[in-house]
């Protein structure tokens, strides 16, 4: 009986490994075409048990034509590869055990037709997936990004909170936002507004990685957010056109195409974007003269309508030279026109009664352009995944605002009083990058490169007042200077990446020398900053099982400020409000570290995680009374700040027609800003939450609602209260899954506001902020040439 029991005992405890061993087999290889050797994407890949017709995975090939099935049990199997225009391949039988758990068999596909009983097996991609350095939102299946904005999308996805203005951050932190990959100079000072003219359906997905490796810039305290614009490879002519109409005569329309016969492949889109913002303020302040210890109150009532209008267009050829070589061109144009009107209700007053009211009010003409440019190269060697691309990307945008302002008192009594201030500024980026990819060994994958970017922001300012005396405009030397900054960073890297069968790692140091240079035109003196850092990356995986993973990753990262972050000069929101630079900010460091464990079947995903970060100079916004009538805002450093967090990331999908994913978020956060006078520490608890579903009504209609708590947050001087927002949306397909209608409605409870208390000895404030941001749109899309919809395998039995 005993033998008995220590041998069931033996069993269980041996079984997982077992099945560990028996489970952990893979098929991979690649697809090329057989005519050119050119790598095929979207290839259909299924994986049959020899002796049966039912399908047990399946697989799309990506654009290296590589697939592969991972966690595969000890057996026999075949493949068949399905792909529109070409026959379809049937492998012979292939064996997995003990002799041979790794399999590769690569595949070379023939044009032509055949007459075939067709099999349809339709595959859905998941809206959220994982990988070793980021987490992955894939655009094209959330139901809000064919009617809505990036910025509305980004709201949606895991770990990311986007504010009324449209300010985004990533665990509570900022992010730097990436357009494919690359720096774009609309994402910088002006992010918030461009990513709410960025059409939503020209997103393909969008890639969060909280601890990037060293391949990738270093900056930003929470990570990287890199926005993957669509870019259509299917064979042959194939595309789409969405339009939608909303209220307050908003609409936004977008058609892309893309025609690939061969070895060229031609792409482009075009899209258009008007939008309708309004923005109501109250802003309650007082403020004490030290001097006098009297106290005065003030009121700002604001109202401000815009109604921004954005083109944007995309066009680009890849040309396969041969089977190892391409060359690619491709060029973006972004154009953003807006007409503002802010009507600003003024009043100040102290204990003896009403000193000043007046209405100011702004009419404000702005545009916004950004074109840009890239350029590739790249060589593929005989080994698979070793290859070397060369990159160049340029990019020019200017910008003009100008701004009209009116006085009008009712006390005291006067003649209104007129100014004027035109803001120009110009960006110019271009980034040189040459990466080199090799698989030296079966586990073991090195990567080097050089990243170079090389930027200049032009900022010119020129006030003006209306003189009576004079009967015209007299130029304000307060209000016009000129500022010029200067950046170039040269950057080396290089990442090792090795696994030893449960265990992976991935090891990256980046070297960067920064060349700064502040250029002060109008008082002719230079600020020059040059500095090297290096910036280590750790990656870790260990696979307790084919479906449990922990990960454990570190970075350094940092924070560089952006030119109007360090212009001294002064900005005027207002008479009674001053915005200056510092030309003296120094980068944020962060030191980053996260502990996560993946827990995933076919049903569901579980992706807890828990997070510190340490940072030295960061960044904060001080507000402080310049007199006894005027605040000055300005950029400090801390002197430190630390932050413990937590988050789960939770998906499920429930019997293929409900999906659900919820990301809860908490976090400890203490702020040290004795270095700006400040003698206690400050502390807080804030936690978050993003929800987002789906619900198959029928195999043709779907519903989607999301919705995101944002709890109160701390800043030296204050904090911003809590925020939530309720979104909705639905779809119904039509034209047999061609063509798709959609209704959408964001902000459905309009809850959504930004509300900030600030307090200090001499001055307390507290400013709520509201929009009009109950949006509904009605919206039809149509694809033609390749449906995306669903992915369709067609093949003979009888092969």
Request: proline letters at 3%.
């Amino acid at each position: 009986m005993y033998k008995k029991l220590i041998f069931s005992l033996v069993l269980v405890i041996a079984s997982p490994f077992i099945l560990y061993a028996q489970n952990n087999g893979s098929i991979s290889g690649k697809i090329v075409e057989i005519s050119t050797g050119q790598p095929l994407e979207f290839v259909t890949v299924v994986l049959m048990k020899a002796g049966s017709d039912g399908v047990l995975k399946q697989e799309v090939t990506n654009a290296k034509g590589i697939y592969k099935f991972t966690t595969v049990a000890d057996g026999t199997y075949y493949l068949i590869a399905s792909y529109i225009g070409f026959k379809n391949y049937k492998t012979a039988n292939l064996t997995l055990g003990d002799n041979q758990r790794k399999l590769n068999h690569d595949i070379s596909l023939d044009g032509g037709t055949k007459s075939l009983n067709e099999v349809v097996v339709t595959s859905k991609k998941q809206l959220y997936s994982n990988s070793i350095d980021r987490k992955i939102y894939n655009v094209d299946q959330d139901i809000m990004a064919k009617s809505g904005s990036a910025s509305e999308v980004l709201q949606n996805v895991p770990l990311v909170q986007v504010d009324i203005d449209g300010n985004v951050s990533l665990r509570n932190s900022s992010a730097t936002i990436l357009i494919n990959g690359k720096v774009s100079p609309i994402m910088g000072k002006n992010a918030a507004a461009a990513l709410q003219q960025l059409p939503a359906n020209s997103i393909a997905r969008i890639e969060v990685i909280t601890n990037p490796s060293a391949k990738y810039k270093p900056d930003g305290t929470g990570g990287i957010i890199n926005i993957v614009l669509k870019k259509n490879t299917k064979r042959g002519l194939n595309g789409g056109v969405t339009a939608n109409v909303g209220n307050q005569e908003r609409y936004n329309a977008s058609v892309n195409a893309n025609y690939h016969p061969g070895k060229v492949n031609l792409f482009g889109s075009y899209s258009i974007k008007q939008d309708d913002r309004l923005r109501l303020t109250t802003n309650n302040r007082t403020q004490t003269d030290p001097a006098t210890n009297t106290s005065n109150y003030y009121k700002d009532n604001i109202s401000a309508k815009t109604r921004p209008f954005s083109n944007t267009a995309t066009l680009g050829m890849d040309y396969a030279i041969d089977s190892n070589n391409s060359i690619g061109i491709s060029g973006n144009y972004y154009l953003r026109t807006m007409h503002k009107h802010d009507f600003t209700l003024k009043n100040v007053s102290n204990n003896s009664g009403l000193i000043s009211d007046y209405d100011r009010t702004r009419t404000n003409y702005e545009y916004e352009r950004e074109v840009d440019g890239t350029f590739f190269f790249e060589h593929n060697f005989k080994k698979e995944e070793h290859k070397i691309r060369l990159e160049l990307n340029a990019s020019h945008s200017p910008e003009v605002e100008d701004n009209h302002y009116v006085n009008a008192y009712r006390v005291p009594a006067g003649a209104n009083q007129l100014d004027n201030t035109l803001i120009k500024q110009t960006q110019d980026n271009k980034q040189l990058t040459v990466s080199y990819e090799n698989p030296i060994a079966e586990n073991t994958k090195l990567e080097l490169g050089y990243d170079g970017q090389y930027n200049r922001q032009d900022l010119d300012f020129y006030g003006e007042a209306y003189n009576y005396s004079q009967q015209k405009f007299i130029a304000d030397a307060l209000k016009t200077n000129r500022f010029i900054y200067n950046e170039n960073i040269h950057a080396f890297y290089g990442t090792i990446e090795q696994s030893w069968k449960k265990f992976g790692a991935m090891l990256g140091l980046r070297g960067e020398f920064s060349d700064i240079n502040s250029h002060l035109i109008t008082t002719t003196v230079t600020i020059p900053n040059h500095y090297f850092k290096v910036y280590p990356t750790l990656h870790l995986t260990y696979n307790l099982s084919d479906s449990r993973e922990l990960q454990l990753n570190y970075s350094r990262r940092v924070h560089r400020p952006e030119g109007d972050d360090l212009n001294p000069f002064a900005e005027y929101a207002d008479p009674t409000n001053i915005r200056v630079g510092n030309p003296h900010l120094l980068p944020e460091i962060i030191h980053s570290v996260e502990l996560g464990y993946q827990w995933k079947n076919n049903d569901f995903t579980i992706l807890p995680g828990i997070y510190y970060r340490y940072k030295y100079n960061g960044f904060t916004s001080i507000t402080a009374p310049l007199n006894s009538t005027t605040l000055i805002t300005t950029q400090q450093n801390l002197a430190n700040d630390k932050a413990i967090g937590a988050d789960v990331v939770f998906s499920a999908n429930i019997n293929d027609k409900l999906f659900i994913n919820l990301t809860p978020n908490a976090f400890y956060n203490q702020i040290d800003a004795s270095n700006l006078g400040y003698s206690a520490k400050k502390n807080t608890f804030t936690w978050s939450a993003n929800f987002n579903s789906s619900y198959s009504i029928s195999k043709s209609a779907t519903i989607q609602v999301n919705s995101n708590y944002r709890s109160a947050r701390l800043t030296p001087q204050g904090k911003y209260l809590p925020s939530f927002v309720f979104n909705f949306g639905l779809r119904k397909d039509i034209l047999q899954k061609k063509g798709s209608l959609y209704f959408t409605m964001s902000d459905v409870f309009k809850t959504q506001r930004q509300e900030a208390e600030l307090s200090s000895p001499l001055l307390t404030q507290h400013v709520i902020t509201k929009s009009n941001s109950r949006i509904g749109y009605l919206g039809i899309s149509y694809n033609f040439g390749v449906v995306k919809k669903k992915k369709e395998l067609t093949f003979d039995n009888s092969l």
